[in-house]
């Protein structure tokens, strides 16, 4: 019974609930950063990843491959974002601006961030309610940090909308999956395995995730076969869009690289000798080459800084707990990194100071109402709360939980919380819609 009430679930929310909500937050996170793009986007600065990523767009666009800024071959970053620039790179060729790239990027990511709300409300409304859902939406659309986001080039913002509906898809198959069709059961792996693959090619990251993902049916209460099925699907079609990438890879350096080559530096990055537990200039990790030196090079580099990150963890295990404490503190201690990357981290500062001031705290005020929500939010979870819908409400802050940790596996950076910002959003809103009810989890959907 407890599956079968989840599965209906969902339809009496999408029955019950108002859409003018949700279109009126996604209307507010397109508009205002449509506004934010017209004040604050601007050709990158400065030897930093949005300029990279500029420059990587034009021989994709002109159909000559991922290649550096020295027109070699690469795989240094993740493919995903790039090869988004240079499709939108060759639009630009096409209607005769080839120099406006970075204004249709940001009206892209703009109409993007619309995705990212619209998915964050629908999966609220289904593990929570309607009530929720609305607070969700807000904090998603109105949070200062998430809006400069969309006016860089940086892999954030299509990240976000992959992951955003891979939750939802993820969610409903889950809901479905007690009581649905093989057909159904079929679609959502299928969706969610593509969408888990396209986020992988974007931040590899994301695949850290795969496990509690493929574990929300059998959470749902879902038969194990069923539940394994689902899970099976779901990797195999992740697997199936990583694929074609990987070869391409492999006829490039000769060798294996399932897709990036900078998870070495990365991972020196977060594990040398005198780690500081965030980003800089690392002497321990120097091979002598780098990846503009050619795809050779490119994959020694890579494989001699993972086997020296490696070696540092196995001889200083005991380090390994302050180290982590370091990592959350420089990823967790404040929300402006976006404020730095749109003056290309301090090499274009064109913003008066007062105005600077003014996002800095904004941002700041903003990011610590909803941690502080997010923290009301989890305890409310953990505690409190019955119904069908009480083991997913767990679930999701378990994949809220192991996304927020994922700056462990290499080096604390602010930029890096923001691929956990939805679930963050969510679990928040949970939180304080609890501030003003006594059981803001289960409260009816006609009172809410």
Not at 42 to 69: K, L, T
Not at 291 to 299: N, V
């Amino acid at each position: 019974m407890v599956g079968l009430d989840a599965a209906k679930t969902p339809r009496r929310i999408a029955g019950r609930a108002r859409p003018s909500a949700s279109l009126t937050w996604v209307a507010v996170a397109v508009v205002v950063r449509l506004v934010a793009a017209v004040r604050y986007s601007r050709e990158p600065v400065g030897f930093h990843d949005p300029f990279f990523y500029r420059i990587a767009a034009a021989p994709i666009a002109e159909g000559r491959g991922y290649r550096s800024s020295f027109g070699e071959l690469t795989a240094y970053y993740p493919p995903g974002y790039p090869h988004v620039l240079g499709s939108l790179q060759w639009i630009a060729d096409t209607v005769g601006r080839p120099d406006a790239l970075v204004g249709i990027a940001v009206v892209f990511q703009a109409l993007l961030w619309g995705l990212v709300t619209w998915a964050a409300m629908a999966t609220a409304a289904r593990v929570w309610n309607r009530r929720v859902a609305v607070i969700a939406g807000g904090i998603v659309a109105l949070w200062p940090n998430l809006i400069l986001h969309s006016t860089v080039l940086l892999t954030e913002t299509v990240y976000l909308a992959l992951l955003s509906g891979l939750l939802l898809v993820v969610v409903v198959t889950a809901q479905t999956a007690p009581g649905g069709t093989v057909r159904q059961l079929l679609v959502g792996s299928v969706g969610a395995g593509t969408l888990l693959g396209s986020a992988a090619l974007v931040r590899p990251q994301v695949l850290l995730l795969a496990p509690v993902l493929a574990a929300a049916p059998l959470v749902n209460g879902v038969d194990r076969r069923r539940a394994l099925a689902v899970a099976g699907v779901m990797a195999v079609v992740c697997v199936w869009v990583i694929v074609p990438w990987t070869a391409r890879n492999q006829s490039v350096f000769g060798e294996f690289v399932a897709i990036s080559t900078n998870g070495g530096d990365n991972l020196c990055m977060g594990f040398h000798e005198g780690a500081s537990g965030t980003f800089g200039y690392a002497p321990a990790c120097e091979t002598g080459e780098i990846y503009t030196d050619g795809p050779d090079a490119e994959y020694r580099r890579n494989r001699e800084a993972a086997r020296r990150a490696r070696e540092r963890i196995s001889a200083n295990a005991s380090e390994l707990p302050v180290l982590s404490v370091r990592k959350l503190w420089h990823t967790y201690r404040g929300d402006t990194d976006a404020l730095r990357a749109v003056e290309s981290y301090g090499e274009d500062r064109f913003l008066g100071s007062v105005e600077r001031s003014v996002w800095r705290v904004a941002s700041t005020a903003f990011y610590v109402v909803v941690m502080a929500a997010t923290v009301i939010g989890v305890v409310r979870t953990v505690r409190l709360g019955k119904g069908p819908r009480r083991a997913l409400r767990r679930w999701l802050t378990v994949v809220m939980v192991v996304s927020a940790a994922g700056p462990l596996v290499v080096f604390g950076e602010q930029r890096f919380k923001v691929a956990t910002a939805p679930l963050f959003a969510i679990v928040a809103a949970a939180g304080a819609a609890a501030v003003g009810s006594r059981s803001a989890s289960d409260v009816p959907l006609a009172s809410d």
